[in-house]
């Protein structure tokens, strides 16, 4: 479904998308490209861990939001691994790792403040060794990959759906066993910034029933109710936009 966004696939998300107090995550925000950058795992392996996420938070999604036909139809599998890779090197996404899995992770969360880790310089450890290693050599991405939570992506000023001066966060998922611990927030928060220092003049987004709220709650304004053609059925979506 063109560019469709869940925060979280659980029901109780449309109403209940505030982070319970006390219940924030200690998370990573790591972009895709620095993690391809240092050589910690190929781009179709890490390509095809966000494949499967979003293929599994599409079927989370309570059937009395979207139905599980509506389901089968969003992702009747997951996305092909080339086309996603394609997408994201036109719009690369921001990526939340659980942060308390640090052992497990080839980078290290020697900054005990989250919002350090959001920018992509942040310090990383193995980085001189595993960069020199064959990606051979390296042994498998799946266990540390295990850890991933959540992506956005935004597509620059003009790019993909996006207009002159206007970004379009095409992609926006939060597994569903983790939700209502800020992840959805520090994501968003991650790009926005980007969008800011970019000087773009507004974001638009294509919000799914379940993600509505929350980015009703960034600022985000109703422009039109979608009914998008999926594999022979019509899925509902939502144009908002916020200006900045």
């Known amino acids: 479904m063109g560019s469709a966004s869940v925060v979280s696939g659980r029901p ?9 107090p006390g219940n924030i995550m200690d998370i990573l925000i790591l972009e895709y490209e620095e993690i391809l950058k240092q050589g910690f795992c190929t781009e179709e392996e890490l390509v095809a861990r966000i494949c499967a996420l979003y293929h599994s938070i599409v079927h989370e999604i309570d059937p009395g939001v979207y139905s599980v036909e509506d389901q089968m139809a969003w992702s009747p599998e997951p996305p092909a691994v080339s086309d996603w ?11 939340a790792f659980l ?62 759906e996006s207009k002159p001066g206007c970004g379009h966060i095409d992609l926006a998922y939060v597994s569903t066993k983790h939700q209502r611990k800020g ?13 800011r220092e970019r000087g773009l003049l507004s974001l638009t987004v294509d919000a799914s029933h379940l993600a509505r709220p929350f980015f009703e709650k960034q600022g985000f304004q109703f422009r039109t109710e979608n009914q998008v053609p999926r594999n022979g059925r019509w899925i509902t979506n939502f144009t908002l936009e916020k200006v900045f």
């Open 12 to 20: 109780e998300a449309a109403t209940e998308y505030e982070p319970r």
């Open 99 to 160: 942060a308390s899995a640090s052992s497990a992770l080839p980078f290290s969360n020697d900054t005990s403040h989250a919002a350090s880790m959001e920018h992509p310089r942040a310090p990383f450890e193995l980085a001189a060794t595993r960069a020199s290693e064959p990606v051979a050599d390296r042994g498998s991405a799946a266990p540390w990959l295990s850890h991933l939570l959540g992506f956005m992506n935004l597509e620059m000023d003009g790019a993909g």
């Open 183 to 195: 992840i959805s927030q520090r994501l968003y928060s991650h790009l926005e910034k980007q969008a």
């Open 85 to 95: 890779i394609e997408r994201f090197r036109e719009a690369p996404p921001a990526l």
